[in-house]
Nanobody
Framework: QVHLVESGGGLVQSGGSLRLSCAAS????????MGWYRQAPGKQRELVAT???????NYADSVKGRFTIARDNAKNTVYLQMNSLKAEDTAVYYC??????????WGQGTQVTVSS
């Protein structure tokens, strides 16, 4: 069974930084797309960043230049480095591992709160 466990969330002041981690178990980490998504209160879950097994990345316009996704296949872990945080980045952040429509897993989420 696949498990994704996020960590690294917390409370930070506007302009600060956080690094989220997502550790995967029960799965061969490669050959998939890893991603970070977020959901703010009253809003739909949205894509933040994804990275394929080949290294290609995709970012939401709102985080380009501030957030960086990186994966370490040897450690079965994907990271999200978040810099220059803004109050509007406040949300629950979720990790996702997807191979195809039948193999698509989510973590439990980690709260990020940015105070202005």
């Amino acid at each position: 069974q696949v498990h994704l466990v996020e960590s690294g969330g917390g409370l930070v002041q506007s302009g600060g930084s956080l690094r989220l981690s997502c550790a995967a178990s029960g799965v061969i980490f490669g050959y998939n797309t890893m991603g970070w998504y977020r959901q703010a209160p009253g809003k739909q879950r949205e894509l933040v960043a994804t990275q394929t097994s080949g290294g290609s990345t995709n970012y939401a316009d709102s985080v380009k230049g501030r957030f960086t996704i990186a994966r370490d296949n040897a450690k079965n872990t994907v990271y999200l480095q978040m810099n220059s945080l803004k109050a509007e980045d406040t949300a629950v952040y979720y990790c996702r591992a997807r191979w195809n429509s039948n193999l698509d897993y989510w973590g439990q989420g980690t709260q990020v709160t940015v105070s202005s």
